[in-house]
């Protein structure tokens, strides 16, 4: 199975030949191995690479501040929105937190441990699907590959949204994320129990402002406003 950055497909299940495990040949200036790609391919990926690990440690650092008290004060009870002591909301936030916690540890410690990171065609390569995938992450019995597969439609992109498809790829490779789509924003039903098992949710998540994010993303739903009472 792959889990991959599409343009418009999610979640797409192709199957795949036997494949022998991932060589992870470090040394060098970089701790990251990339093969196959050309020299301003291969240039890009290192900065790539160590923007992302710096990305991943501030985020570890910031994340500890968005506490439950800290949504409350800031943003529940300002915005005049839901609040009950207790309440399952409450939990699910602070379940959410030591989630999101333990995702975006596990993505720094591999990108500071170094990254395999492989160019692969999208002529060739049927995974990248004549370039509707950009890259992806093989999985064997539900357990990644350690290695990142860049399709070369990736470069198309402009940086940021590279970047961002390495963090979501990079998600997969650490946490075993899936590709919901972000699926569980389902307006009044919404339910952010999903959102750290979600590789859209974390490309985001990780690349974007992180108080916005949590605000637009997780706060917004898990706090909806009190229905209006009638008039008298
Ligand atoms: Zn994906």
Redesign the pocket.
């Known amino acids: 199975m ?5 343009r418009c497909l ?2 797409l299940l192709i199957l795949l030949p036997l494949l022998t495990g991932s060589a992870h040949a470090g040394g060098g200036e970089s701790r990251h191995s990339i093969v196959r790609c050309d020299p301003a391919q291969t240039a890009s990926l290192k900065t790539k690479a160590n923007h992302l690990t710096e990305r991943l440690t501030l985020l570890r650092t910031e994340m500890p501040r968005y506490t439950l008290a800290f949504v409350r004060d800031r943003y529940v009870l300002p915005m005049g929105r839901k609040w009950v002591e207790d309440s399952e909301a409450n939990r699910n936030y602070e379940r959410y937190l030591r989630s999101m916690s333990r995702v975006i540890s596990a993505m720094e410690k591999d990108a500071q441990n170094g990254l395999a990171i492989e160019c692969t065609s999208a002529i060739t390569d049927q995974r990248c699907r004549e370039g509707e995938t950009l890259a ?2 093989l999985f064997i019995l539900n357990v990644p590959i350690k290695k990142l597969y860049i399709c070369s439609g990736f470069f198309s992109q402009s940086e940021e949204r590279q970047l961002s498809s390495l963090m ?2 990079l ?2 490779l650490s946490a075993s ?3 919901l789509g972000l699926s569980w924003m389902e307006g009044a039903r919404s339910n952010i129990n999903p959102a750290p098992t979600d ?2 949710h974390i490309e985001q998540f990780a690349t974007g402002d992180i108080g916005q994010e949590l605000r637009r993303q997780i706060w917004f739903w898990n706090w909806p406003k009190p229905p209006k009472r009638p008039s008298p």
């Open positions: 792959t889990r991959c950055m599409t999610i979640g992806y992450v979501h790829e998600s997969h994320t899936q590709d590789a859209y």
